[in-house]
């Protein structure tokens, strides 16, 4: 499978999983709200696929539905989130310039230009970002989230389906703003005071500086499996996705490798992001708009 299909699959199946499993859960648990994540579980899950749909508006040209209706239960999500999945295979099967850049109006009026690519990179980013603040909802309840890595998507069945060259020329930008945001922060975590490095929030792998060093270790590691030094190379060097890679589970794809490190570095830099949150301390923009902004993708008109 092209890691780009497996991004795009395994964002659709944790979205999925999540939500069935949260219908599960009392009122009480989906209705939590701390002052350091986006909100409560179900308004969490009513912005991912609401956000969803703006993106894709920005790429197939429909408008969204959402934003029309009040706030679904994780129930009734499942529906608009399966058709947003559909959407986003149907596009990647589709002629695709990353590069093309069109104009957009937000949702308070604002104009701007966006490369096509952004919304590619932005929906998986968006997804993991919102769902690592879920789980961290929910085991602060006492309640032990699904595994939903890439790992536990890599070890499922899957059917290949084509996708277009141009979908492929995507994974660059998807690499390149892991590598952006990680170096963002690690930037900014090096002037921290030794004491605020220490600083952690419940529900989150640990201290920032545990988070930081696991982050980035772990990079090196799937790296390593890959018998490549470093991302960029790695693109450059006309990989065999299908290929066996040995792991320390065993063997996996070397598309279920690259699919980890990036849910991987979005996963822990949410966590580092709730930890500062926390702390009152200011951590940088990470998104992808600010990533595109950075490589001129986006630009206000």
């Known amino acids: 499978m092209d890691p780009v299909l497996a991004l795009f699959r395994r964002n659709a199946w944790a979205t999925e999983q999540l939500l069935g499993f949260c219908a599960a859960q009392p009122p009480e648990v989906l209705q939590r709200a701390d002052p350091d994540v986006y909100g409560s579980i179900e308004a969490t899950f009513n912005h991912i696929v609401s956000a969803e749909q703006r993106y894709l508006s920005r790429l197939d040209g429909a408008e969204p539905t959402l934003r029309d209706r009040g706030p679904l239960s994780v129930a009734e999500l499942g529906g608009p989130a399966r058709d947003c999945a559909a959407r986003w295979e149907a596009l990647l099967a589709a002629p695709l310039q990353p590069e093309r850049e069109r104009e957009h109006q937000g949702q308070g009026g604002e104009r701007f230009r966006l490369a096509d690519w952004h919304g590619f990179v932005q929906v998986v980013h968006h997804g993991d970002d919102h769902r690592t603040q879920v789980n961290t909802l929910l085991s602060r309840q006492g309640v032990e989230p699904p ?102 589970r065993g063997r996996s ?49």
């Open 147 to 248: 595994n939903l890595d890439g790992w536990a998507f890599g070890d499922l069945a899957h059917a290949s389906s084509e996708i277009s060259e141009g979908a492929r020329q995507l994974l660059p930008y998807f690499v390149g703003h892991h590598l952006w945001a990680t170096s963002r922060l690690m930037s900014w975590a090096v002037r921290l005071e030794d004491e605020q490095a220490q600083l952690t929030a419940p529900g989150t792998y640990g201290t920032l500086e545990k988070t930081l060093e696991h982050l980035v270790f772990s990079d090196h590691t799937y790296l390593g499996w890959l018998e490549q030094q470093d991302w960029r190379t790695c693109l450059s060097a006309g990989m065999d996705w299908e290929a066996q890679i040995g792991d320390d």
């Open 253 to 301: 794809p070397a598309w279920a490798v690259a699919l980890q490190a990036i849910h991987h570095g979005n996963d822990h830099r949410t966590h580092a992001g709730t930890v500062a949150l926390a702390n009152d301390l200011k951590a940088p923009d990470l998104d992808v708009w600010s990533y595109a902004a950075a490589e001129g993708g986006y630009s206000e008109l």
